[in-house]
């Protein structure tokens, strides 16, 4: 298994990652140790510069089917103790997306397929180690009975070339995003 980037985890972050470079024309592989998607309760939804994230790349109106809600103003937020009140805002700065965490990883995945990223699951990073030329990956796979790592090399993108010389990105398409 070659891939121009090894991402070790399938959470929100890896997943969206695997978006972004397969955008660039870079073809990432993604390691993960659960076996499945997992359907652990953990964020309920999300707010903040997440959501402006998914809004530039097109991804609310997915967002919105998956929740069946609306991307809706938050009347008000917590920050530390405070609470802020937006509701006398014509324009309230936070947006709520209600999506579960499970539901929102099933989404980006779909999506990292989409762009051409590989996704094994089931297979857990011991360790890393790397030349001038390769990153390579001690990967403990579903056949780790009877092989218990496998060697996964990440090139440079521009096949085996070092990152110095190696091709220029695709120009992504979509909204540019603020810095
Ligand atoms: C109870 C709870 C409630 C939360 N509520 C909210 C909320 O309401 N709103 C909100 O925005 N956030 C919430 N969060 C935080 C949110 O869940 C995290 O910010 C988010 O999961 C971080 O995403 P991540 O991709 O960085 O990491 P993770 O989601 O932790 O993903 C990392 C992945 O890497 C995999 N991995 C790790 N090591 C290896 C390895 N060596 N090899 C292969 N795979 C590996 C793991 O299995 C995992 O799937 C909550 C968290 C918890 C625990």
Known sequence: ??????????????????????????????????????????????????????????LLDRVEAASGRPVVPAPGAPFGGVHLDFSHLADPPVRVVHLPQPRLERLLSERASELGAGIRRGHEVAGVSQDDATVTADVRGPSSSTSPTAGISARPPGTGSPASTSTPPTPITGQPMPC
């Open 1 to 58: 298994m070659d891939a121009d980037v090894v991402i070790v985890g399938a959470g929100p972050v890896g997943l969206m990652l695997a978006g972004e470079l397969g955008l660039a024309g870079v073809r990432p592989l993604i390691l993960e140790r659960q076996p499945r998607l997992r359907e652990t309760p953990k964020a309920s939804g999300f707010n903040g510069q997440v959501v402006d994230l998914l809004r530039y790349r097109g």
